[in-house]
């Protein structure tokens, strides 16, 4: 579903993925585990298509998509959706119109009937109870003043309303109570079906555990140095990132190296 | 043109054309010693420049580089139709229209909403048949600039709208002024008194509109008084027409805990200027006062704000917004003084632009004056452009780049915006805000938060 292959992208000067290779088939859950710096969030806002990241080399293939040629709203019609690490505060646009807007945008980019307020909010209320959300959030204005587990909360909604086929997750996990950690392992498991995929982005094992994700993968350095079952998050947490052993390099390459 | 010259053209244009006093036979002694007392203040006076505080952003000079003619009859007779299409439906109570300067009792429907204690008249019908009442709240002789005194002079029509003690206007009384031009430069001085007795309550809602072509100057004053205990909702929709300077002054004297709200758009003229002032004369009186203006291609949107408090107990607050697309220009210029009886006042006042173009300017200028201890007072001013966080968020989320912007504009209006009534005046603002912006770029949805 997802093919990434040796990306390069720059922040400013700097390289923070230096040859990125990542599959994720339709059906599977993948993890993406990493030490800060890695350049865990910026594969995630790459995928999304936030603005300031230059990609130099390498290409990402979304179904038949050439991901990097679309815009973020083109990418969100494709079926790709982020849930940030950092929801953006809006003041003045009411949460339910906000989400109505979002879904309505889906629907008429896939030809489809627009659907109404009503119809809307039969179908949002039963997601609302499902991630627990405070009802009374829905008339807020979007994530303004809302708590971080709100927040996070807020992210699950607009997944289980828009029900993307690639749900990118960048560290929702992160400052999350048990109960909050396991909406979000609901919200993503609830996706699970077979034309369907995620890549959730994590520091922590704790999301893991909930979630079993079919494959880890280690991001060190812009790259991923490992991959494995979902019992690789518990070998990350027992030797950390530094212990961990590079299988991707090139061996040849290595002894160059130290020579 | 020298400043110099075009106030003299200007001043001879307004005395030839009629203006000067002592010129109309019937007219009350009171009125006239008025109007030739204006007229005095004006010539001592002259127009401002821009070394004058208050006008230091606007530009006065193609006003006055134009030979408006006042007090002309219109040069088109409009239709009940015509009015119709540029003013909407009724909001749901007593429509009155001031046709360029003059009431037009043709295009106004008095049908609705009228009831036992609410007294509506043509303001000329007022000074013909009233009673004192009227002398009494003409004026108290103090003009905030050149142009105030030249309304008092000039003036001879308008609204009078009086409500009794304890009378309660359910619908809103609405009062349309519009200013028909065809290449022969009008200038329209319409006034309007609003008297609301002890316990009265109403919501007012005045609009300005525009219609054919060429230059026109609108130079208008409403004052309101509130006795005792009075609350007036006060809307001002300004949406003349793309060749139209608008001048204008809303003068409020607040009775003890009185509650009035001043709640203006501007989306129209090409130079305008709202002037709100507002005196709280006595104890515990409330004051509100929103704007939102929005100026476009080459429009220039002032909002001169001068707020009093005279007495203590008093509650000031303000919030204006501008959006400001284009070549457009927004100005604020607020000013809140706390006289030295004024103790245990609360004045608040915001203004917050967003800029929706490189070439857009913004002039700013909150000023809080105080001269008592024991004041809880806030001001504060921001000039923004459009979150670029918040515009990837609803891009990620497959909202339309033109949608997402739409709609982060609206949120921005938002907190104005919901002050307003909901129903029909909330449905006027929502369709003159949504015209104006669809006719640039970029959509606006206005049906965020009902």
Redesign the interface.
Known sequence: MLVIEGLHVEVGRTEILAGLDLAIPAGEIHAVMGPNGAGKSTLANVL????GYRVTAGRVKFLDHDLLAM???E???AGV??A?QQ????????NM??LR??LN??QR?HGLAEIGPSEFLALAQDKVRLVGIDPALM?R?VNEGFSGGEKKRNEIL?LAV?EPRLAILDETDSGLDIDALRVVADGVNALRRPDRAALVITHHRRLLDLLVPDRVHVLVGGRIIRSGGAELAGELERTGYTGLRDDRRDPVATIGASR | MTSQVAERTWQHNVHLSGGAPAERPGEPAWLSAARRSAFDWLSQHGFPTRKDEDWRYFDLAPVLGLAFSPNREPSIEPRAADLGAVAGPSLGGPRLVVLNGRYSPLLSDVTLGLGDGLHVASLAGEIRDGGPGLAQRWGDGAYSHAFDALNAALAVDGVYIELAPQTTADAAIEIVYLTVAAGDLPLVSPRSVIFAQAGSRATIVETHLGLGHGHSLTNSHTRVVLAAGAHVEHYRFQAEGPEASHLSVVEVHAGEASRFASRTLAVGGLRARHEVRARLVAPSAELRLDGLYLPAGEQCHDNPVLVEHLAPGCTSRQLYKGIVKDAGHGIFNGHVIVGAAAVGTEAHQTNKTLLLSDRAEVDTRPRLEIFTDEVAATHGAAVGQLDQDALFYLRSRGIPDRDAQAMLVAGFAADVLDGFAPGPVRGLADRLVGSHLEAGSGAYQPEVKR
């Not at chain 1, 999304?48 to 603005?51: E, I, K």
């Open positions: 999304a298509g936030r603005d815009s973020p709203e990418r969100a019609a959706f982020l940030f929801p953006v505060e809006i003041p003045g646009v009411p119109y906000f807007t979002a945008s889906l980019a008339s204005s607009q828009l």
